[in-house]
């Protein structure tokens, strides 16, 4: 019983983060760095800030980044993710790209019975149509929490005094497909992301879908 209450407190408590969204299309030539701010639904609703960084590599760009997200609430970031992530184009013809993303995931939650910190990763890929002034492209997030270290409370030991702190493995992980857009000005961008939201099984979540509304200021 102790082990399946531990099991669920973790699946519940730990959700996927946001790909940080940029327009591959439009002109980053004058802006190396882009600041990102987005709010919306996503197994509640959350608020985040991102930085993203763009390095060239064999003339070819990538976009290192940092975020962070909380749950909106009393208590601020008391329930938060982080991430350092590396983003950008594996495939391009045209105005046609094919995209990745890859970031390593920290989340770290608390509740009357313990504190949990989380590691886990996070795989993304999208592909469609970026234009210097729009871009709309579908898109497929798979997030994976791997191991979770427990640090119980009192009122959990009362319960269960043998319980132990240490290092949990966590199953299973989360998906997300759906699509993104976004419109493009001089030096902002305005998108959004919206779809169903998924277990690594393929069943829908307690809240089935997410949309996400961005804007990234580029300096």
Known sequence: MKNIIILVTIIFSFSALKAQIINYGADHSN??????LYGGLKYGVVLGV????????KNRPIWIGA???SPVGFQVLDDHKKA??????????GSFRVNASLALIHRAT???YANMNNLGAEISLNTGIFRPKWFLAGELVFDQPFST???????YREIYPQVRDGWYKTSGGNMRAGIQGGYSLKQFDVNLQIGPSLNSAGRMNMLFFYGLLGVNWRI
């Open 31 to 36: 802006a190396a760095s882009t600041v990102q």
């Open 67 to 69: 975020q962070i997200e």
């Open 149 to 155: 270290y427990i640090t119980h409370h009192e009122a």
């Open 50 to 57: 991102g930085y993203l960084h763009k390095l060239e590599i």
């Open 110 to 112: 608390q509740n009357p």
């Open 84 to 93: 350092l992530s590396a983003q950008g184009t594996i495939f391009q013809k």
